[in-house]
């Protein structure tokens, strides 16, 4: 599709070899179906597609110069590869991950998924961008997310009770809304961002240690340990809002300050 006008208000456009979309196109998929047997290279042109689905019938990877925007995501026990920083994906609805060959692999793009997301088989693996979990999720059973070199996003409650999380010293921890995290291991982030928001350990087990410096300065940012150990390897400063803990530990390795009506 190089120039003019493609449209489907629902049904199903079924691609067998894949497709390319440039210059000056317009393609429209309303609430139907994009089926992909092969990978899709989007250069230029518009792609209305937030109402749509996409499915595949191959392992296979999407290429674009701008971010997707798709209502449900179906894998079809195959996996999906984001192949450019530029081509970010939206995900409306939860994805249905009930296979282990069902994931979702980000590269350098980022990966935005708008509701209450269940990892317990199948995963999401990113090397760079971000991954946000705006709803919320859980990780269990043989569930994988590697948020590797990423910054993780939460907006809501997160359990890990099993499953695999990869983190390394470049991974980063971010909030788009109050949010619990809860897991049954220690987590080990590179740099912590509140964004306004409150984030709870939701339990004993949830350590968690950040390695750069932690700043709490707007009247609704806090930290609430619970039971679990903070460990901040940088400077911690608490300008605003509040730090709660009512048992575990606080380390302060580079020590702290208090001011304002924290």
């Known amino acids: 599709l190089a ?45 209305n597609s937030s109402l749509a689905t996409l499915y595949l019938l191959a392992d296979l990877s999407i290429t674009s110069d701008s971010t997707l925007i798709f209502n449900q995501v179906e894998l079809n026990n195959l996996t999906l590869t984001l192949g450019s920083e530029s081509t970010d994906l939206q995900v409306s609805s939860a994805l249905t991950l009930d296979n282990a060959n069902e994931l979702i692999i980000t590269g350098e793009a980022d990966l935005r998924l708008m509701e209450f997301q269940d990892i317990s088989i199948g995963g999401v ?96 940012e806090g930290i609430s340990t619970g039971e679990a150990d903070l460990t901040v390897e940088g400077d911690f400063t608490l300008a605003q809002g509040k730090l709660e803990s009512t048992s575990g530990k606080l380390i302060f390795r580079q020590g702290g300050t208090q001011s304002g009506s924290s």
């Open 125 to 220: 693996t990113s090397t760079g961008g971000a991954i946000s979990f705006q709803g919320g999720g859980q990780l269990s059973g043989t569930g994988k997310l590697d948020v590797s070199g990423s910054t993780w996003t939460l907006g809501g409650v997160f359990v890990k009770s099993n499953g695999t999380l990869t983190t390394t010293e470049t991974t980063n921890l971010a909030l788009s809304g109050s949010s619990t995290l809860t897991s049954d291991v220690a987590l080990n982030f590179n740099s912590l961002n509140l964004n306004d928001f409150t984030l709870t350990l939701g339990s004993p087990t949830s350590n968690l240690t950040v390695q750069n410096a932690i700043t709490i300065d707007t009247s609704t």
């Open 3 to 47: 120039q003019g006008k493609l449209e489907s208000t629902s049904g199903k456009l079924i691609f067998r070899q894949g497709g390319t979309q440039s210059g000056s196109s317009e393609f429209n998929l309303g609430v139907s179906t994009l089926v992909l047997g092969a990978g899709l290279t989007k250069t230029s042109g518009n792609l």
